[in-house]
Structures are given as structure tokens and as C-alpha cells.
């Protein structure tokens, strides 16, 4: 199974890269996790630790160090966190995914169909959700894809000499990008299948020796780099804390056993309704005939029932396994034909489309957050958005789905480029740089950099944009003169200002500036 790319695969490329490469040149880094990333990469290459990462002194053993090590180089590399250049570690990985899963399905699927695949995947809510954001999660599920793609290619005797050497390479590699997903995955799937093909006398040439071998010279390097850095107390928060705890008894994001079953609907939305459709008719008719369709159905259904025995669930967690329900969702929807029962299925995100326009100019009036859409490219992403609907609404009259789905995704495409330029307005909403270049504007004039934040989570990492660390407060805090050095700005969340009296009295009638839902008071 060779990859190739001819002229008309590069400029399709070409353009899925540059649909969403205009939001990383304008947006800012959202204040939970990106900027949580940038301070840990900053304290990493102050300390000149390679393996090892603490969060301000704190011990950060949740992530492996591949995706800091990408941070920490471009901080290095420009100067300063440049987003553009993050972003494409999230966004070149997307599109490296949807060209595996495309090259993989070519002799099943015609080039028309094949298109729709990518599109319907591209613009599946938490895929390109993951393609823009700065999280070290598409690069995983990247690894993961290869590490089945390539166990595929021995199975069928479709293989080069290197493969062999590969899988374990790839699975590592998703392992060193976010963590045991990246082994959980590639093994449960693989496994799983080689018992449904009875083929389990095998499993030896996939997971034996070489792979073995490879796998534990990779994390005995690993491993040791963080003992000679961190000793027994950090690499045991990163054998143990972050794997084992966090699948019995989570200490984070603990939900219920059918989490992802609910998480299906709006992770893969717009299209989770067709895809659910097509998978649940296409099990009851039996239709993974082929071990193609087996192999896609088995990492699908493996994934999700894996993930929904462990203790810890997020959204983002199902991301491996959206390629492969995509993708059977085509395969299958091929063979199924269009039938009446699909149409409502598909309309559904052709009428969501329509409603994009005049949805615009109604949310402000019910959603406070909302702010009126008076930049212009608003207003032509949402024309572009329901004019793709009420396209994609005639040519799902015709029959014709395929061409519904280009349109449909084509649109979507071109809505999220459109929106892009848009993005600039809404920058402080997005983030805190705006919020922190005022604040030190009004510390110079002060004559003292003194920054302090108050039931703000996070607030610590507010250093990314101010260049030194801003002091925690309690509430109490406020009240005691020997906690506050002035004159200072104090650095706070909307929502905490609205749920305590204390802070209310506190900061009534001091100057301020308001960033979206965040503030900062000076304080005198």
C-alpha cells in the first residue's frame, strides 16, 4: 500500500491547509491549557531540564516529553512561542491522518467518494476542534493511525522490510506523544482482531521480540533521562499516577462507564447522526465482510468499549477511533445505497447549515456572551455556511449524497476560512494577551511590576505574557496589607466576582480593565 501524491492530491491538500492555517496566524492562546504549555516549556528551558517538567515548581508528570520538546524548541528557534508554528504540529498530523485513511480505502472507495471521507472527517466537530488547538492530542492519534495502518500492511503481505521496525517505532512514538493510549490503542485493536480472524497463533510476528525489544530500548531511554533528572519521586508520578491511578480511580475528569456514548453525538457532529446510522445497520446486515471493514469496525468498537472502562474520560480521548468510524461509515454507506432512512440522517447537518445566517443575528438576543456579529466576514462565513445547506438540502432531494457531503464539507471549509480574518475582534474573548499588555502598561506607569490573581485557575501561567509570576491571593488575602505589595494589579474572573461579596467590596470603584470574562484592578 504505497503512498503517493499526484498534483490533484497536493492542491486538495494544499487547500485543506490553508482553510485553517489563517486561524493560528490570528487567534490568541486560549488561557487553560496553551498557556499552561508555554510556562511549562519557559521553566523547562530556565532549568535546563530535557526529560523532566515541573508547572512553577510543581511537579508536571500528566504528558510525555514530546510535544514540550516542540514547544520548547520553537521558543528557541524564534525567540518567543510562536502559535503559527505550534499549530502545525496539530494541524499537519490532521491532515496526514485523513491522507492515510484515504490512501488505505482507494481500492474500495471512487476517488468521489473518497473526497466526501475526507471532508466528512475534517469537519467532524472535535477533529478539526483537535486540528486547532495547541494539544499534543492529533499528534497521538497520527502515531496511532501509522501503528495500525502499517500492522495492515504485514497482515495482508502488503509490507516492505521496515515495517516490521516501524510499528513498534509508531507505537512508541504515540506512546511518547501523550501517554498509554498511544500502547492501549494499537494493542487492544490488534489483539482483538486477530481473535476474530482466529488468528491469534500470530500475534507473535505483530507484538513478539523485535517489537518488544524496540519498545523497551525506547522506554528505558525514556525512563532513565527522567531518573537521572527527576529520581524516584518524579518517575513514579509518571508510571503510576498518571497511568495507573487515573484508569482505576481517576483523580481527574472521573465520569460515568457510558460517558462516551453520549460523547459520540457531539464529538463527530455534524455528522454523528448518518455515521451511527450507517454503523448500527451496517452490523445488523453483517456487512464487515471484508477484513478491511473488520479491522475498521474492530479499532472502532475496541476503542470505545477500552476507553469506557477506564476511570478518566474526555471527548478528546475517542479521537483514534473517528477516523475509522468515519471511514466504515463511507465503505458501508456504499454498499447500503441510499436509502429513505438516511436522508433524515443526512439532512440534518444541511438544515443546521441553513439555520448558520439567520442563527447570527438571533443568539446575541438570548446568549450574553454572545457579542452582535459586526465584522463582516462573520456575515460571509455564515452566507457561505447556509448557502452549502440549502445546496446541500437539493442535491439530498436527487439522491445524491456524495455530492451533499463535498458540498456540505466544502462549505464548512470554507466558513472556517472565512471566519478566520474575523478572529481579531474576538481575541479577548479567546484569551489574556490583550489583558496582559494593559496590565503592564499600567505597572510601568506604577513604577512597580506587582501582579497578583485571585480564584483565577491557572493564573499562575499569566507569566507567559507578563514575564514574571503573579503572586496567588486568597480571598482573605485582599483584606491583609502585608499580602499585597502596591502599588499592584490584581488579576481576576468574571465568575468569581460574581459568586463573592468580599470581592465585590474589595474591588468597587478601583480603576479596571475587563478582557472578555477576566479583569485586572489597580491597586494603589
Known amino acids: 500500500m504505497p503512498y503517493n501524491l499526484n498534483i490533484k492530491n497536493i492542491l486538495r491538500y494544499g ?3 490553508l482553510a485553517v492555517l489563517p486561524i493560528f496566524i490570528f ?20 532549568n535546563g531540564n530535557i526529560f523532566t517538567f515541573t508547572n512553577h ?17 520553537g521558543k528557541v528557534l524564534f525567540g518567543s512561542h510562536n502559535l503559527l508554528f505550534l499549530g502545525l504540529f496539530s494541524l499537519i498530523p490532521a491532515l496526514v491522518i485523513v491522507y492515510i485513511m484515504d490512501n488505505w ?115 528505558g531511554i525514556w525512563f532513565s533521562g527522567v531518573y537521572a533528572e527527576g529520581g524516584d519521586a ?31 453525538w457531539y464529538s463527530l457532529a455534524p455528522w454523528s447522526l448518518l455515521i451511527a446510522g450507517i454503523f448500527i445497520a451496517g452490523v445488523r446486515k453483517k456487512l464487515a465482510s471484508s477484513d478491511l471493514e473488520l479491522f475498521f ?11 469506557s472502562l477506564f476511570s478518566s474520560k474526555l471527548p478528546v480521548y475517542m479521537l483514534p477511533a473517528f477516523p475509522f468510524f468515519v471511514y466504515l461509515a463511507v465503505l458501508w454507506l456504499k454498499q447500503i445505497g ?36 459586526t465584522h463582516p466576514m462573520v456575515i460571509v462565513a455564515a452566507l457561505i455556511l ?52 494593559h496590565a503592564q502598561e499600567v505597572a510601568t506607569k506604577q513604577g512597580a511590576e506587582n501582579y497578583y490573581y485571585c480564584e483565577m485557575s491557572r493564573g499562575d501561567n499569566l507569566d507567559v505574557y507578563l514575564g514574571v509570576k503573579p503572586g496567588k491571593l486568597l480571598i482573605k488575602d485582599l483584606y491583609d496589607t502585608n499580602k499585597i505589595k502596591r502599588p499592584a494589579v490584581l488579576f481576576l474572573w468574571q465568575k468569581a466576582i460574581d459568586r463573592n461579596d468580599s470581592i465585590q467590596t474589595f474591588i468597587k470603584n478601583r480603576p479596571m480593565y475587563r478582557s472578555g470574562s477576566y479583569y485586572y484592578f489597580e491597586i494603589e
Open 27 to 46: 487567534r490568541d492562546y486560549t488561557p487553560d491549557n496553551e498557556l499552561r504549555y508555554l510556562s511549562i516549556a519557559d521553566e523547562a528551558l530556565r
Open 234 to 264: 518524579y518517575l513514579n508520578n509518571l508510571l503510576f499516577k498518571q497511568t495507573v491511578n487515573r484508569a482505576v480511580n481517576s483523580f481527574h475528569h472521573q465520569e460515568p462507564f457510558y460517558f462516551y456514548l453520549i460523547a459520540f
Open 297 to 307: 469496525l474492530t479499532i472502532s468498537a475496541s476503542t470505545l468499549v477500552t476507553l
Open 338 to 373: 441510499y436509502r429513505k432512512w438516511i436522508r433524515p440522517l443526512a439532512l440534518f447537518p444541511a438544515i443546521i447549515l441553513c439555520l448558520t445566517l439567520p442563527a447570527i443575528f438571533v443568539a446575541p438576543h438570548f446568549i450574553s456572551t454572545i457579542e452582535s456579529a
Open 15 to 17: 487547500l485543506y491547509l
Open 105 to 219: 480505502v482507494k481500492d474500495r472507495l471512487t476517488e468521489s467518494e473518497r473526497f466526501a471521507g475526507q471532508l466528512m472527517l475534517l469537519t467532524s466537530g472535535f477533529f478539526i476542534g483537535t486540528a486547532v488547538v495547541m494539544r499534543m492530542d492529533m499528534l497521538m492519534c497520527m502515531f496511532i493511525v501509522l501503528s495500525l495502518n502499517t500492522f495492515y500492511r504485514i497482515y495482508t503481505g502488503n509490507t516492505t522490510k521496515w515495517d516490521t521496525y516501524l510499528f513498534p517505532i509508531y507505537v512508541f512514538m504515540a506512546l511518547f506523544s501523550k501517554g498509554p493510549i498511544g500502547i492501549i490503542v494499537p494493542l487492544i485493536s490488534t489483539v482483538v482482531f486477530l481473535f476474530l480472524k482466529r488468528d491469534m497463533k500470530s500475534i507473535g510476528k505483530y507484538w513478539g521480540w523485535k517489537t518488544l525489544a524496540i519498545l523497551l530500548i525506547l522506554c
Open 57 to 73: 515548581g510543581l511537579i508536571y508528570a500528566d504528558k510525555p516529553p514530546l510535544y514540550l520538546w516542540i514547544v520548547m524548541f
Open 386 to 437: 447556509t448557502a452549502s445547506g440549502i445546496v446541500g438540502i437539493k442535491q439530498l432531494y436527487q439522491s445524491k449524497i456524495t455530492q451533499a457531503i463535498q458540498v456540505m464539507g466544502g462549505g464548512m471549509l470554507a466558513g472556517v476560512f472565512a471566519i478566520s480574518f474575523a478572529i481579531p475582534q474576538y481575541n479577548s474573548i479567546i484569551g489574556l494577551k490583550e489583558l496582559c499588555e
